[in-house]
């Protein structure tokens, strides 16, 4: 019987055969998903800002980009997961505040979404699909069956990536 794991804002999980991790609301958030098809097994990340360095409180390391996406890679090597099978796909990091200015704070979305593709890149872990930017905010499901991310939005559409 499959199970639905939810994952919180600033939060992680990993999940197996045919369960299934999701997570609500990704607005200037992103989450990053690792997942193994040869062995059906799947981890999912929702962070809320690029870096940790500088945070004053860095305690929960799910928040950050930098911190959540190798504490995920870790969970899953501990299950038996190699890095070279891991593939990536990515959601999230709307620009979710209209304003007048330019500044990098309003920004997080972009910045967190581009964290996440560098510190993917610097671990060799091929993205293959992701669905970032825009105004508006996601709702994925990862299944672990088939490694099919479903992005669900209010006035944008379905899709699987």
Avoid: W
């Avoid at 593939?87 to 920004?107: E, L, P, Q, R």
């Avoid at 669905?131 to 944008?156: F, M, N, P, S």
């Amino acid at each position: 019987m499959s199970r639905l794991i939810v994952v919180g804002m600033a939060d992680l999980n990993t999940a197996s055969s045919d369960d299934r991790l999701v997570t609500y609301g990704l607005g200037s958030c992103v989450g990053v998903v690792l997942y193994d098809a040869a062995r059906k097994i799947g981890g999912m990340a929702h962070f809320m800002l690029p870096s940790s360095l500088s945070a004053s409180d860095r305690s929960n390391r799910a928040k950050f980009a930098d911190t959540s996406i190798p504490v995920l890679l870790e969970k899953l090597e501990k299950m038996g997961v190699p890095r070279g099978a891991l593939i990536a796909k990515i959601a999230g990091g709307a620009h979710m505040f209209s304003s007048s200015t330019s500044s990098d704070v309003i920004k997080v979305g972009a910045r967190n979404a581009t964290a996440a593709t560098e510190i993917l890149r610097r671990l060799n872990i091929p993205i293959r699909a992701q669905d970032t930017g825009g105004t508006y905010g996601r709702t994925i499901e990862l299944l672990t069956a088939t490694g099919q991310l479903h992005v669900k939005t209010i006035g944008h559409g379905e899709k699987y990536i």
